[in-house]
């Protein structure tokens, strides 16, 4: 029976992979048709153990946790964590869980297919094709290409590699800026981030959100990229400062830039709208009803397993399992 099951809070869009997989396990509690969010997170404080957040827009953060003193775990869709106070949980014996692995492939499709957009110019051509423009002019030949560039890889994890697999296929010379060296990966590693920029024409960035990667991409790093150079931001919008980077645009500091995230999504700034050598996708690195539906079947699958007694399957670095006891 409905009351037999343990109750678990909903946060985000109703979305029918997480619901449907939910529903025979759990009491679900959608936060999304709650009159006062306020008081509907209240009334479930002191039975709540559980947490499904199915898009990253919401925050879970130390003032949300801190009212479920039976909080056990929160399981979030997507890669990224930032939305989620890792450091917090980690501290208090909450486990966090992300969706990682079901959507490197999609991601890394993704970034190919942007960074292509952005060296060849694919949309604009397109958009002379559509505008009548060929009848009067072929379009004309890119100024860069693949052929003569070196990309450099601002992240080497998961997706980082397996863009880099790809970039291998395209016979294009690839090296790589992390915190630290992989021991698996042969590419030269930079130390400095400034200094790879210097030595290549092409910054493909991949790394988590958060404080620790904030403007990540400054002016600094986008002079030393310099007036050749094409930015590739598949990451997160904070990790590029945005206001360098018009500025780098504008003043032709760098060539061009291929962009997923932004800042304030889905709001984009109406500079970068206006510049037609630029490439804007609306973050739709995963995008696909093959690859969401996995993500969100992974928010699911934690949480069953973590019912079953089993543990996280895919726990974030900040709370490891087995966890530390709550303070």
């Known amino acids: 029976m409905a009351s037999e099951k343990p109750d678990i809070l909903l946060m985000g869009p109703i979305k029918p992979v ?3 997989g939910l529903a025979p396990l759990f009491n679900v509690h959608r936060l999304a048709e709650a009159k006062d969010r306020d008081a509907f997170i209240g009334g479930l404080a002191d039975r709540l153990r559980y947490i499904a957040v199915s898009y990253t827009n919401q925050n879970v953060d130390e003032a949300l946790m801190s009212r479920l003193p039976h909080l056990e775990i929160v399981s979030s869709f997507g890669v990224g964590y930032d939305h989620m106070d890792a450091k917090w ?7 966090l869980t992300n969706t990682p692995d079901v959507l490197n492939e999609e991601v890394a499709d993704t970034a190919l297919g942007l960074l292509l957009c952005t060296v060849r110019e694919f949309p604009q051509a397109e958009r002379h094709v559509r505008s009548g423009k060929w009848t009067a002019g072929h379009y004309r030949l890119t100024p860069a290409t693949l052929r003569d560039r070196t990309v ?3 992240g080497m994890g998961r997706i980082g590699k397996a863009i880099a697999r790809r970039l291998e296929a395209f016979g294009v010379p690839i090296v790589y800026h992390s915190r630290h060296p992989q021991p698996d990966v042969t590419y030269r590693y930079y130390a400095k981030l400034v200094d790879m920029a210097r030595d290549v024409d092409t910054l493909m960035v991949i790394v988590p959100g958060g404080a620790g990667t904030r403007n990540l991409i400054n002016a600094e790093v986008l002079e030393a990229l310099g007036p050749n150079g094409i930015l590739i931001n598949m990451a997160r919008g904070s990790v590029v400062d945005e206001p360098a980077l018009i500025r780098a645009l504008k ?22 709208i206006e510049m037609d050598h630029i490439v804007l996708f609306p973050h739709l690195g995963s995008a696909s009803e093959w690859t969401r539906a996995r993500m969100d079947q992974l928010v699911v699958d934690n949480l069953a397993s973590w019912l079953a007694g089993k543990g996280p399957l895919t726990p974030v670095t900040e709370t490891p399992w087995p966890a530390r006891k709550r303070a």
């Open 18 to 20: 997480i619901v449907n």
């Open 89 to 95: 949980a980690g501290a208090h014996g909450v486990i």
């Open 152 to 154: 450099g890889m601002v």
């Open 251 to 272: 003043e032709k500091k760098i060539l061009s830039a291929g962009l997923d995230v932004y800042v304030k999504e889905p709001e984009v700034p109406k500079e970068l």
